[in-house]
């Protein structure tokens, strides 16, 4: 078994460091995963298929997360696609179940709430005031768009200088929405959906499109550091 791990990580560690490469593999296993969640959507049991997707993408998240295998952008690669796709794919009446199913499971495994009582509490803090900053903008796009970036831009920017797992207990994109589902279901306003499309469009784009940049931002932090160092 040990035999097994390492050969593992030792395949790993081959491509980690060729970043082209890492985000060229990360994408062909996020294409896989969405095909996955589509299919799921087409079958009977959709719920109980993307309740078993979320949590093996949690726990995997976790592990390659946590030993710096996946970045948060990877993660995104993994969440954000399927969150959208559910957002649009899904009727009305099944939307809400369909992204529960599929958010929770991840939520839960990936919100680490045993690292420490301070971090729960800032934790919940930073929720409660995204949760009212979309009451507040709910009806504007701009003011939408904007609690979007600043989640992602946080999410990424906390992968980078903070130890693993601390934006899935401060950012966390799936509590997120999760949190904006139930306060939509509570008002029953339409214009919460409008906000999540709007929410997990932008993290696609982070997702995608950011990977480089925080890349490039990763390695001028790395470089300002060996130079405060010496």
């Not at 696609?204 to 499109?209: P, R």
Request: hydrophobic content about 50%.
């Amino acid at each position: 078994m040990a035999f097994i791990i390492a050969s593992f990580e030792r395949l790993l560690y081959i491509y980690e460091h060729i970043f082209w490469l890492k985000e060229l593999i990360t994408l062909l296993k996020s294409t896989l995963f969405f095909l996955l969640v589509a299919w799921s959507l087409n079958k009977k049991r959709k719920t109980e298929l993307l309740f078993i997707l979320s949590a093996c993408i949690g726990m995997a998240c976790v592990y390659f997360g946590d030993n710096e295998y996946w970045s948060d952008n990877d993660i995104l690669k993994f969440i954000a696609p399927s969150s959208l796709y559910i957002c649009f794919k899904t009727k009305e009446y099944e939307r809400n179940s369909a992204l529960f199913a599929f958010l929770g499971p991840y939520a839960l495994v990936s919100y680490e709430f045993y690292r420490g009582f301070e971090y729960i509490i800032i934790s919940l803090i930073i929720y409660a005031l995204i949760v009212i900053g979309i009451i507040l903008v709910k009806s504007n796009f701009s003011l939408s768009l904007s609690i979007s970036i600043i989640v992602g831009l946080c999410f990424n920017y906390i992968g980078i200088v903070a130890p693993p797992s601390t934006s899935e207990l401060l950012f966390n994109p799936a509590i997120t929405a999760l949190a904006t589902i139930g306060v939509g279901w509570y008002y029953k306003n339409p214009l919460y959906v409008v906000f999540l499309k709007t929410f997990w469009f932008t993290l696609v784009c982070f997702a995608y499109f950011g990977s480089w940049m925080f890349h490039l931002l990763k390695l001028l932090i790395s470089s300002f550091h060996q130079e405060s160092v010496h």
